[in-house]
């Protein structure tokens, strides 16, 4: 796990001076790699690549990057783990390679001299973002994981593409000059993260999740960030693998579902506990950390180090469901208990962090349970992937019931959503005169109805249940660019593919790779390899979601290694006390925040709508937790992007984005 940057100029702008400027670039990833660092420059070809190295496989010298393949045609700077490196590694000495170390490198350097970079790409299992640079044919090649786990930002200045695995790093380049992005920022304000197809700034874009990029310095003539952006191609589509997954399900009994998912589980994880540095994993006490740590310690002859969360708040406290998790399985737990003021504490780092503004409030307790784990191992397990693949969220087995009101006439639904929002019991007193199922009439009076109750159409549904609210002014509407909704069969599974295209790696992959890559702590993410995900969609919806359950087919997994009473209780998530941290010990922080909003001076936010937000939530007329949060993390983060001026023109940006703020706010 590293961090990558690089510059490729255009032939007109061939001024090598500015290849130099990689070693700044490099130099601000060092919290994703402490353990060394390497350049690599070619003044000729006007190419330039550094490298941040966090050292997990081959410590030696062997292991270092941006590394020059053997044949010395090929130079690459990578981020990330290839899992399967081991079985590529006997395949390609079998075909006559020989190596100097035993990295995951090397081996993957190797594969595209002999396969070519897309099928190489295909046979990697594992996250990455990557650079390729082939010094025959003058090409840089740049490559993304197949579900965005690892991040990889590309713009173009003055006729230099740059890339970066975060964004701080753009900033070190002379001439960067970023405009603030309102539709992003609206995304960001609705609901908590800003989606793949978008970036704060403008000009600026991430490669897509199975997406490459392959271009020479000829293309940089004329080109925008924009026209970059339509060249990539997709290596790996979860659209055609969703579709053609349920199209040909698995036509297996029950029983050989399960042990075929748990022979894939069972490789997955042995695969990422390879490390030459101390493992361990976080444990929540929830289905798919407890799942991954079965695993993890079923595979291991010695204790596996597990590491918790725990909030002072009983209501969101996990840690005693993980501890009994831990005490089952013989592991080696440490738990931490989570106050209002080591979060207040900590706040001031966050937007430094998500150099992108990040609204997902479960960020503190990722960041502190990174941090806890990172003082006694060097990578960590977790469970994320598993609501995603196998239906764990409560929209998913909610289906039904929002599948049943979509099917009702518009006009009834939104004056419906109107009495809700006035108070009126005449919604509530109408379900019982009809004659439904439990299972559809339970749930429908939910405070969350009001909202989808109007929704047009799936994808409105999908935005009105994923919202954090409307407290801001900015009316415009969201961005397209999202990838369409294959054919699929259920609604079901339709809103599980919408949370793997779009909130998967927008939020819960931003969030576990920032807060993780913050302490130098490399997290492995086994329930999201790819052959358990194509696996998953090809299972049918009723052994993901059944009874009123989710990851029906994972629990019976679980089954195998700890008793149900251990993990059978309602969801929880990584939730957050954050509406009650905001009324008590974050009430002065967040009032002198929202007392001088830079992004409502400037037009951006509607700031009496705001004030009204703040003091319901004050008063507990109204939850607004979420959408205050949103509010001041969105503050936070452009206050620290502005102080940036000193390298850049980032505080320029407010007077070229004032008068379109203005403008989207009426």
């Not at 966090?54 to 270092?64: C, F, N, Q």
């Not at 049918?540 to 251990?566: C, D, M, S």
Request: contains cysteine; charged residues 25%.
């Amino acid at each position: 796990m590293c961090g990558i940057a690089g510059i490729l100029l255009a032939s007109r702008k061939a001024d090598r001076r500015r290849l130099s400027v990689v070693r700044a670039m490099t130099a601000t990833l060092r919290h994703r790699g402490p353990d060394g660092s390497g350049i690599w420059v070619d003044g000729g070809a006007g190419i330039a690549l550094g490298h941040r190295r966090l050292a997990i496989v081959d410590l030696s010298e062997a292991g270092r990057q941006p590394m020059i393949s053997h044949g010395g045609d090929l130079v690459m700077t990578f981020n990330g783990e290839i899992f399967n490196f081991a079985e590529l590694r006997m395949e390609l000495e079998a075909c006559g390679h020989r190596f100097r170390g035993h990295s995951d490198t090397e081996v993957m350097l190797a594969a595209f001299e002999s396969f070519g970079i897309d099928e190489s790409l295909q046979r990697f299992a594992g996250m990455f973002a990557l650079a390729l640079w082939d010094r025959r044919q003058r090409v840089l090649h740049l490559a993304r994981d197949r579900l965005g786990k690892k991040p990889l930002y590309i713009t173009l200045v003055d006729g230099a593409l740059l890339f970066a695995s975060e964004l701080k790093a753009l900033f070190s380049f002379p001439g960067f000059q970023p405009v603030l992005d309102a539709e992003a920022l609206a995304m960001v304000l609705r609901h908590g993260w800003v989606p793949d197809h978008q970036c704060i700034w403008r000009g600026v874009f991430k490669l897509m999740p199975g997406a490459a990029l392959s271009v020479r310095a000829a293309d940089l003539e004329s080109a925008s960030a924009a026209s970059l952006r339509e060249r990539s191609r997709c290596w790996w589509s979860l659209a055609r693998v969703a579709e053609e997954g349920q199209q040909h399900q698995l036509n297996l009994d029950t029983s050989e579902l399960e042990t075929e998912l748990d022979r894939l589980l069972r490789l997955a994880v042995r695969e990422r506990m390879v490390a030459d540095v101390p493992l361990g994993a976080f444990l929540s006490g929830g289905i798919d950390s407890a799942t991954v740590v079965a695993l993890m310690q079923a595979q291991s002859a010695r204790p596996v180090r597990t590491f918790t969360i725990g909030y002072r708040e009983r209501q969101y406290d996990e840690a005693g469901d993980a501890a009994r998790v831990a005490r089952h399985l013989g592991t080696e737990h440490t738990e931490f208990h989570l106050s209002a003021a080591e979060a207040c504490a900590v706040i001031p780092e966050l937007p430094g962090i998500w150099d992108e503004p990040f609204a997902d409030e479960s960020q503190i307790p990722t960041l502190l349970v990174s941090r806890l784990a990172r003082q006694h191992v060097t990578v960590a397990l977790t469970g994320d992937g598993g609501d995603e693949c196998f239906g764990g969220y409560a929209r998913h087995f909610s289906a039904a019931r929002l599948a049943f009101m979509l099917g009702l006439p518009l006009a009834p639904r939104r004056a419906a959503a109107a009495l809700l929002m006035s108070g009126s019991k005449t919604w509530e007193r109408l379900l019982r005169a009809v004659p439904l199922r439990a299972g559809v009439r339970r749930g429908l009076s939910s405070p969350k109805l009001a909202q989808v109750l109007g929704a047009m159409d799936e994808r409105e549904l999908y935005q009105r249940l994923t919202s954090l609210g409307s407290a801001t002014a900015l009316a415009h509407p969201e961005a397209g660019g999202a990838a369409a909704v294959p054919p699929l069969p259920d609604l079901t599974a339709r809103l599980m593919y919408r949370d793997m295209a779009g909130y998967l790696p927008g939020d819960i992959l931003v969030k576990l790779d920032r807060a993780s890559m913050a302490v130098s702590l490399e997290a492995r993410c086994p329930l999201l390899d790819h052959r358990v995900v194509e696996f998953a969609w090809r299972l049918p919806t009723t052994v993901k979601v059944r009874n009123g359950k989710g990851k029906w087919l994972l629990r019976r997994v679980l089954r195998r290694y700890i008793p149900e009473a251990l993990f059978e209780r309602p969801k929880h998530g990584f939730d957050v006390p954050v509406g009650t941290w905001l009324k008590g010990p974050l009430r002065d922080w967040a009032e002198e925040v929202l007392a001088k909003p830079m992004l409502g001076r400037e037009g951006f936010l509607d700031l009496d709508r705001v004030k009204t937000c703040w003091q319901e939530h004050i008063s507990g007329r109204r939850d607004r937790a979420y959408e205050v949060w949103a509010i001041l993390m969105t503050e936070a983060w452009f206050s620290a992007a502005c102080k940036l001026s000193t390298r850049s023109t980032a505080a320029e940006a407010v007077a070229d984005t004032a008068n379109a703020a203005a403008s989207l706010a009426q």
